[in-house]
Every structure is written in structure tokens, then in C-alpha cells.
């Protein structure tokens, strides 16, 4: 095996090691799209991007409610380039989040089921018990 294949395989495993096991699917939880008024100050979002802990999957599982934050919808032109930058600076952590999302059947096929790519989430937030799932 190539070596970065090898760096890239330990760095999953790493991050499945920490990955919560999903119950088998959360299909009770309401999945609302934000709205515009609803859109999170630039920075905020940003700072999210790709900070993530096996914690902030969990909560999915327990959500009675989710909205999710398409950035592509809901943020100007100019946002959407600090996105871009924050996505791209964060690309090894987000590699290692969605593979942790990918790896755990049940979490895969609560986003399948609800439409939700996995390739395009950035962030996932739970702020006062309100699950939101961020897309870019």
C-alpha cells in the first residue's frame, strides 16, 4: 500500500475509533431547511467549520427536531468564498468527520433517508439542545 494511502487509512480508523455508534436510525426527527432569517452570523459558521467531536454526532441520534444549514442557499456570494477558505483549510478534519459519518451504518442511513449528502457537510452544532447540521 502507498504510503499516504497507509497515513490516510490510520487517520480514518482513528476517527472511526471515536465515532459514537448510531441507534438504528433516527427517522422520528423533524428535518426542517433553515431559512434566510435564520442565518448564523459568517463567522460563526466558519468557526465551525470542521470542529467536530464524536459528541457532536451522538446528539443526532437523540434530536426530536434538526434544521439544516445549506450555506449555498443562505449565504451571499462573499460568504460563501470564507466558507470555501475555511473548508479548504479544514479539508484533513472534515475528511475524517464525513468518514466517521460514512463508517457508522446507522448515522450513514439517517442522512440518506433524509437527503442529506454527507460529501457536503461542514458542521454540525447544538446550541441550547436545537440540533443544526451545516452544508456547503
Do not use: C
Amino acid at each position: 500500500m502507498h504510503a499516504s494511502l497507509k497515513a490516510y487509512a490510520a487517520l480514518v480508523l482513528v476517527a472511526l475509533m471515536g465515532a459514537p455508534a448510531f441507534a438504528a436510525t433516527n427517522d422520528t426527527a423533524i428535518v426542517t431547511n433553515a431559512m434566510k432569517a435564520d442565518a448564523l452570523p459568517i463567522a460563526s459558521v466558519t468557526a465551525m467549520v470542521g470542529k467536530w467531536s464524536s459528541a457532536d454526532l451522538s446528539f443526532l441520534d437523540k434530536a426530536t427536531a434538526i434544521k439544516v444549514f445549506d450555506t449555498k442557499a443562505l449565504y451571499d456570494a462573499a460568504d460563501q468564498r470564507k466558507i470555501a477558505s475555511a473548508e479548504t483549510a479544514n479539508n484533513a478534519d472534515l475528511t475524517k468527520f464525513r468518514a466517521a459519518i460514512a463508517a457508522d451504518a446507522g448515522l450513514s442511513a439517517w442522512f440518506k433517508s433524509h437527503n442529506l449528502d454527507v460529501n457536503r457537510v461542514i458542521a454540525v452544532a447544538d446550541p441550547s439542545g436545537s440540533p443544526q447540521v451545516f452544508l456547503y
